[in-house]
């Protein structure tokens, strides 16, 4: 939504044609992953979190082969949450930098883990989860040129987290 808010094409990427998240909300996909080509062709792969879809980012044979070309492209790859998960088997955390949901510092090996809300580390960008969406999001639109604070203006942003003065 911030992406697109922001001026940019997306592509909603999914398994199968639709999918159902942890918390019941279908989602319909513009493309099904099998018909996405491992060529770099996309500026920016953002992987969602939540499980059990990481794991089956993690698992996907075609997703490793898209992230490492996108990679090798200098491209951006971003994950969110659990998602750094497929980070790491797609050998896309070696001696980096990355940030991932509580406890995920334990589960990936690879890597250099902070706890940062949004970690950039040259064309990776991650984030710690649900809570950190907006700052995911505003981080992803300022690495691809765009002007986020304009979005955050748009939003009322800012004024989200102002205390009320009496």
Same mark, same amino acid.
């Given at each position: 939504?911030?992406? #697109? ?9 999914? /398994? ?7 918390? =019941? ?5 513009? @493309?099904?992953?099998?018909?996405? &080509? ?9 992987? &969602?979190?939540?499980? &059990? ?11 490793? !082969? ?20 497929? *980070?790491? @088997? ?5 001696? $980096? ?8 510092? =334990? ?5 250099? /883990? ?5 970690? #950039?580390?040259?064309? *990776?960008?991650?984030? $710690? ?6 700052? /995911? ?11 986020? =604070?304009?979005?955050?203006? @748009? ?7 102002? !205390?009320? @003065?009496?």
């Amino acid at each position: 939504d911030i992406l #697109r808010r922001a001026g940019f094409t997306c592509d909603l990427v999914e /398994f199968t044609p639709a999918v159902e998240g942890a918390h =019941q909300i279908e989602i319909v996909c513009d @493309r099904v992953l099998d018909d996405v &080509p491992a060529d770099g062709a996309y500026d920016m792969v953002i992987l &969602p979190g939540g499980i &059990p879809g990481a794991l089956n980012l993690r698992d996907s044979d075609k997703l490793m !082969e898209i992230l490492q070309a996108e990679d090798k492209a200098g491209k951006f790859v971003a994950a969110i949450c659990a998602a750094p998960i497929a *980070l790491e @088997r797609a050998g896309l955390l070696h001696d $980096r930098k990355f940030t991932a949901y509580v406890g995920y510092d =334990q589960k990936i090996k690879d890597g250099s /883990f902070c706890s940062d809300i949004v970690v #950039r580390d040259g064309n *990776l960008i991650t984030s $710690r989860g649900p809570a950190t969406a907006y700052a /995911f999001a505003y981080a992803l639109v300022d690495a691809l040129g765009g002007d986020s =604070q304009a979005v955050k203006d @748009r939003m009322v942003y800012s004024h989200a987290f102002e !205390e009320e @003065r009496a």
